[in-house]
């Protein structure tokens, strides 16, 4: 299984971004998906997950600011990221795990297989 995240980019803080994740190797419908980042000095952090089901989790600070989405026709998941903030600048990182129980999907060991990470980076 391989993963394949694209899409980030230089931004002004207020900007939007889409980030995809495209897996290959095994349908994206056998994986809960998870998003995680991790800035310069700081360890990688969860920021959103979306089950099988489509239901989805968000890290506090980018509730309401960024959006979990997925295509299984197309093996990709997306973070659609608004309202970005200089704090959002990190290297993003997809990551995809079998089935997830809640207080287990925000924690990156319970994954299975990672993205080579996009770096995003928001400008103040």
């Known amino acids: 299984v391989q993963l394949q995240a694209s899409g980030g980019g230089l931004v002004q803080a207020g900007g939007s971004l889409t980030l995809s994740c495209v897996i290959s190797?095994?349908?994206?419908?056998?994986?809960?998906m998870g998003w995680f980042r991790q800035a310069p000095g700081k360890e990688r952090e969860f920021v959103a997950a979306?089950?099988?089901?489509?239901?989805?989790y968000y890290l506090d600070s980018v509730k309401g600011r960024f959006t979990c989405s997925r295509d299984n026709a197309k093996n990709t998941v997306y973070l659609q990221m608004n309202s970005l903030k200089p704090e959002d600048t990190a290297v993003y990182y997809c990551?995809?795990?079998?089935?997830?129980?809640?207080?287990?999907?925000?924690?990156?060991?319970?994954?299975?297989?990672w993205g080579q990470g996009t770096l995003v980076t928001v400008s103040s």
């Open positions: 190797g095994r349908t994206a419908s056998s994986f809960d």
């Open positions: 990551a995809a795990g079998g089935t997830l129980i809640t207080t287990t999907l925000r924690d990156a060991r319970a994954y299975d297989y």
């Open positions: 979306i089950r099988r089901s489509r239901h989805t």
